[in-house]
């Protein structure tokens, strides 16, 4: 496409689509022409939710989730099982975990994993939060259910030396068989993650 022949507010619509993950020139350029069509309210709507998005969210003090109130509904809930945290790479997979409505313990988001090619280092995640928390805390579990993918082995393997470090008579164990290596959390059905959970080992 020559891009000086595209009207400028369309090019920047295609430009900031090209941005987002999963999201090639073709694909861009077939919303934001999409787009067109769509009444304005509906355009100002979709604008608007894109620009709260960030003013009207926080990260929970407690477990990083990405919540309205701090701390979230999930710390806030005292009838939940406070003994035990499940430790997981993004917000969204805390859905994937309330969905199968078997778990009822808290969470620890550590948004993101280790990865040295992108420069992702632990300082990098809420690991030492995670660690802070447990120390000297009441929980006696941490389910460490980083995606099974290489380096989601490798964020396990390391947050499980400093917990064990930090509290020796913690348990800490990872999800068990199932979800097959190198897939991710977010894609699991509710079945699947439930074996898992149910099948989770000490490490
Ligand atoms: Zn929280």
Redesign the pocket.
């Known amino acids: 496409m020559a891009s000086m022949k595209v009207a400028k507010p369309l090019l920047n619509v295609i430009n900031s689509f090209q941005k987002l993950p999963g999201i090639g020139p073709k694909t861009a350029q077939r919303l934001a022409y999409y787009l067109l069509h769509v009444p304005q309210t509906e355009l100002d709507s979709f604008s608007s939710a894109v620009a709260r998005i960030k003013l009207d969210t926080k990260l929970?003090a407690?477990?990083?989730?990405i919540?309205e109130t701090d701390?979230?509904p999930?710390?806030?809930d005292t009838t939940r099982d406070q003994h035990t945290i499940t430790v997981i790479e993004q917000p969204l997979d805390i859905f994937v975990f309330e969905k199968t409505g078997k778990y009822f313990g808290?969470?620890h988001v550590l948004h993101g994993v280790i990865n040295p090619l992108e420069n992702i280092g632990p300082d990098e995640l809420y690991i030492d939060d995670l660690v802070r928390r447990i120390r000297g805390s009441t929980v006696e579990e941490v389910i460490i259910a980083t995606n099974p993918t290489m380096e989601g082995e490798a964020t396990s393997m390391y947050v499980t030396r400093l917990l064990r470090e930090a509290s020796p008579e913690l348990s800490v164990t990872r999800l068990g068989m199932g979800i097959p290596t190198g897939a991710y959390l977010e894609f699991a059905d509710e079945s699947t993650l439930i074996r898992a959970l149910e099948g989770r080992r000490a490490v």
Do not use: F
Request: hydrophobic share 30%.
């Open positions: 929970c407690i477990c990083r989730n919540s701390p979230c999930i710390c806030a808290l969470y």
